[in-house]
């Protein structure tokens, strides 16, 4: 499982357009926004690639300026660790 925390800094004019966006993603949870257009956002997945293409995407819609991962996690239970060893 991943669970990453981002600042995107959005033009505050395409804050709804952006907030909708935001809601088809999966694992997206908007937690807060500012007038200024700043948004706190996690993304949370249990799928790595799933994860890393949602991550990606929230710098890709319309509006948002820039995406700045403030904080990541990953559990190291890959599914596809046959090792058996820790990490």
């Known amino acids: ?33 500012a007038p200024d257009g700043r948004m706190v956002v996690t993304v949370e997945g249990d799928d790595p690639q799933q994860f890393n293409r949602t991550v990606l995407r929230l710098g890709e819609i319309d509006g948002v300026i820039d995406a700045s991962l403030v904080y990541h996690y990953h559990d190291g239970n890959d599914s596809d660790d046959q090792s058996g060893e820790p990490e």
């Open 1 to 33: 499982m991943d669970l990453c925390s981002i600042l995107l800094q959005a033009r505050p004019s395409h804050s709804t357009t952006i907030q909708s966006a935001l809601k088809q993603l999966p694992g997206v949870e908007l937690h807060a926004t």
